[in-house]
């Protein structure tokens, strides 16, 4: 048979803490697992709640995949009832799925316990179900439940089960370490064992509860797994499922198994990205290959190592899973960094020592204050044009600002909820001479500001009505996030925000510290669209506003 | 000799995008560090840089280390110098630290383009400085450099460097894979090798790249390797170091090696969280082990099993590392879990169906808007509490808040910054019939709307005084963290704010949510108060405030 990367991303995945989708997001997330060139995508369970049932319904009909098939998870059926009859069965056999994997208990313990049945009894509602799929024409997988615990406690019955299994039709049988506890070796006994012990192709799915979840799912392929299941961005239940990016790419790259089709492992990147994008779980940076730590280097001693060579530093050609090398700024990096920074900016430092130092120095400074320029690009940028230029880029004056936010009630949306509050901003600036003051509404404070200063700083420089602020990250730091109540109350913390703006074609971000989050939000609202101003006005006189002709 | 477990977070660890150590963070993270029982502590690189310097002076008078020895880490001599003439080393050699890890090039290439010398001059280098720092009186381990890309690069040299170190007295050569590119197998076969090849005690000292990290120390170990080097938490440049709770909890639990004093494993959990505490990266959920999701369950289907036995649902006893089981309220565990975390409060539902069904309803609903019950257990027990007494507990009646923040200049204290904005809040409350009318000034709007709130509330309730906010997490999503430009600004965005209030014995978590910060926030601060006024006032009338006596 052929490899088979199996994404179990909608369903296992979806198990994780904290973790919730929609039936849009589910479609969204499989379009996406597409476009890397999964082979099977598990939806999740129909029948068993109306969202998978939905899902399955509008994947059919709405879900165009171009490499992956669509699998449908179930369970066998219920005790003492034919597998026709069973309505859980019959929800996998119309769902559409052209797959449908079905889990089977594997361990006694659990079959006695969990399913309160006979061993006999689960072996036959194995047969019956698998059977009964097979006969209506539907391609079936097993996943073997709490397989290599099961098979520790009673090795006969487990692999009883798989044989069972196998005759009934299973064209693929899953071992799952349901429970994560198992080390490589281990896991390459028992599919040794296995493969002498039954016909038929073993596939692996794995979780990370010893850390060892991607080094079991080799390990069982170093042992004729032809099958592996996994979650893009390992997510899962507790520590979570096998990440599927990190097992292909290991497949792919170190073991030489082309496992998905050519140029796909590409799309790495982008995708983990794109999916975090749909289940709102930030990106892990260090996230091996596609993180955006994985090709990152701080460290002075490296950087000025990197100038001789990359690939002395680098396991691998970041590019080949989409990724990029970076070099961050940071008072670790020291004079080499800077200066490498500074040409990956456009500016050559290595000639002015001087300049270097002052701006190592401003680097230094601003991280002890709680900035960070290794995600704030157009802030460093901003600081170094202050150094190279003798003076800061500057379009406008801020005469003064103020947000008010009230309501009347509890003023929150919330359980006991009873209407939003009301939040407006004033700001006063000052551009080419002439006083702009305008109000700003918005849902909250910072939005209120962002409308105000956008709208006074636009009188002066149209070009800002095409700027949008695309993202926002508040960072509360020192005594918050830490819980260090020797460091006063939670809310004494200082705040670190990061905005990313754009102009519709790039986007730039910057960073802003303060006591609170408003005043953390308006140095960066400020840095952001004085960055912007420059790329587009360059110099720092302002076009004529309206109000001038 | 005995089994080394060495831990680098000071050093290596503290190369992590986003990780700033001062010397008072890394002496407190080596008292945490000693308490989890390491063998070993690497400090730093004294004479690198004026932090590291300072470290190994104070912690040479203020560490009283009960389990673990301070290693100083730093290079050999420099190309031409003799050792004991080379600042560097001399460094290390008066650094106070009983044992020096000195890295060295094991890699022909980056002998000749990095380190620019001569294979022999590497070698002659590493002779020196060992045999330098012997005769000193220090113990001495030996860091090989990309030893596995340099092993498969030339064998020989690889090898040579080895037995030249063994020869000079290194009593330990930790075998780097310092571009984190290798795989378990692949380990064994060259730690296998070098062992048949060289005398001496191997080391192995792993980075995450292909995320295998872990399993590689593992491998390493079972071919003979007697000294793990790893970060807690996995810190660590790109993808991270090996997570040192990770290998030696896999080491201890599952491969049976006594590799910590007796019982000091059982600290992990709480040791992981505190360094977490002191680097102020927020703790990774899904850590194996140690993580809050490790032992949580989710799955309604588990959940009811759960009830029959645990243990067929984990793979360890989580006491063993210090954690503990978790069940979590969430729209997909269903009436199982709800009741299961009921009687985790103290209430039995299992009489009355109509109840679990109505606060099952009520937590699905709020979980639509954004809420998560899954870290506020207050704020799940005052909706339960809501739905057995028919009523939400209330103290106080909420007439109007409003906050003010405003600023003259830029009103940034950032780069630019020119000094920070004011802010004041006023809040109007009634509390057993009197009205009270409080003013608040804080750092920011939280902070005043809390002072105002407390100063208000306290009045009727004096106990209030007492009470404590201790943690503040605000989470963007919708938009803003997601990137989704097709949902509008960033700052649009809706707003989850997580709320810890203690009361100097206890603490508990509420949760907010709103269009901004400011709302979200006034919701879980008011839900905060008023499940700290029920578990100390009880029945909902205010005690008697001063005002009308």
């Known amino acids: 048979m052929e490899f088979h990367v199996y994404d179990t991303t909608l369903r296992d995945g979806a198990q994780q803490e904290g973790l919730n989708l929609s039936v849009a997001d589910k479609l969204a997330i499989a379009r996406h697992l597409d476009g890397l060139g999964v082979g099977f995508i598990e939806g999740g369970w129909p029948g068993a709640n109306p969202r998978d049932t939905e899902f399955f319904k509008r994947a059919v009909s709405e879900l165009a995949l171009e490499h992956a098939r669509l699998a449908a998870f179930g369970a066998t059926r219920r005790v003492g009832v034919r597998a026709a009859d069973d309505p859980q069965v019959a929800a996998l056999r119309d769902s559409g799925a052209s797959v449908v994997t079905l889990v089977a208990k594997s361990h006694d313990r659990h079959v006695e316990l969990a399913l309160r049945t006979t061993l006999e009894e689960n072996l036959a509602m194995i047969r019956d179900t698998v059977s009964h799929l097979r006969e209506e024409g539907q391609q079936v997988f097993l996943d073997a439940e709490h397989f290599f615990d099961g098979y520790r406690a009673n090795r006969d019955y487990a692999l009883e089960v798989l044989k069972t299994a196998y005759e009934a039709g299973a064209e693929v049988i899953a071992l799952c370490d349901t429970n994560g506890g198992m080390l490589p070796t281990w896991v390459a006994d028992v599919v040794n064992d296995v493969r002498e012990q039954t016909q038929g192709a073993v596939g692996i799915h794995c979780h990370n509860d010893t850390g060892c979840a991607v080094a079991n799912t080799l390990a069982a392929v170093d042992a004729g797994a032809m099958h592996v299941q996994g979650c893009i961005n390992g997510y899962g239940e507790r520590t979570g499922n096998a990440d599927l990016v990190s097992v292909v790419a290991n497949l792919q790259l170190k073991m030489g198994r082309e496992v998905l089709p050519t140029g796909l492992l590409g799309e790495a990147t982008r995708v983990a990205h794109a999916v975090a994008e749909v289940t709102n779980v930030p990106p892990a940076g260090r996230q091996p290959y596609v993180g955006a730590s994985a090709f990152t280097h701080k460290?002075?001693?490296?950087?000025?190592?990197?100038?001789?060579?990359?690939?002395?530093?680098?396991?691998?050609?970041?590019?080949?899973?989409?990724?990029?090398?970076?070099?961050?700024?940071?008072?670790?990096?020291?004079?080499?960094?800077?200066?490498?920074?500074?040409?990956?900016?456009?500016?050559?430092?290595?000639?002015?020592?001087?300049?270097?130092?002052?701006?190592?120095?401003?680097?230094?400074?601003?991280?002890?204050?709680?900035?960070?320029?290794?995600?704030?690009?157009?802030?460093?940028?901003?600081?170094?044009?202050?150094?190279?230029?003798?003076?800061?880029?500057?379009?406008?004056?801020?005469?003064?600002?103020?947000?008010?936010?009230?309501?009347?009630?509890?003023?929150?949306?919330?359980?006991?909820?009873?209407?939003?509050?009301?939040?407006?901003?004033?700001?006063?600036?000052?551009?080419?001479?002439?006083?702009?003051?305008?109000?700003?509404?918005?849902?909250?404070?910072?939005?209120?500001?962002?409308?105000?200063?956008?709208?006074?700083?636009?009188?002066?420089?149209?070009?800002?009505?095409?700027?949008?602020?695309?993202?926002?990250?508040v960072r509360i730091f020192e005594g918050a996030t830490t819980r260090r109540v020797d460091q006063g109350h939670g809310t004494d913390a200082k705040t670190?925000?990061?905005?990313?703006?754009?102009?519709?074609?790039?986007?730039?971000?910057?960073?802003?510290?303060?006591?609170?989050?408003?005043?953390?939000?308006?140095?960066?609202?400020?840095?952001?669209?004085?960055?912007g101003l420059r790329a587009h006005v360059g110099e720092t006189t302002p076009a004529k506003g309206p109000e001038l002709e």
Not at 516 to 527: Q, R, T
């Open 299 to 473: 460290a002075g001693l490296h950087a000025s190592a990197i100038k001789v060579d990359p690939d002395l530093y680098q396991h691998m050609d970041p590019a080949g899973v989409g990724n990029d090398m970076r070099l961050l700024v940071s008072d670790m990096a020291g004079r080499a960094s800077i200066e490498l920074k500074g040409r990956e900016l456009g500016y050559d430092l290595s000639a002015d020592r001087d300049l270097v130092t002052r701006v190592t120095e401003r680097v230094k400074e601003a991280e002890q204050r709680g900035y960070t320029f290794e995600a704030a690009d157009a802030s460093f940028e901003l600081l170094l044009i202050e150094e190279v230029e003798g003076a800061r880029p500057s379009f406008f004056d801020v005469e003064s600002w103020r947000v008010i936010s009230e309501a009347r009630g509890d003023g929150s949306a919330g359980s006991n909820g009873s209407g939003a509050a009301d939040t407006e901003a004033i700001v006063k600036i000052h551009a080419d001479g002439v006083r702009h003051v305008e109000t700003g509404e918005g849902n909250g404070p910072v939005n209120a500001l962002d409308q105000a200063l956008r709208a006074a700083i636009t009188r002066a420089f149209p070009v800002v009505a095409d700027f949008d602020l695309i993202d926002f990250k």
């Open 496 to 531: 670190r925000v990061l905005i990313e703006t754009s102009d519709g074609s790039t986007s730039w971000t910057t960073v802003g510290v303060g006591a609170n989050v408003i005043e953390a939000s308006w140095e960066a609202l400020v840095d952001g669209l004085t960055f």
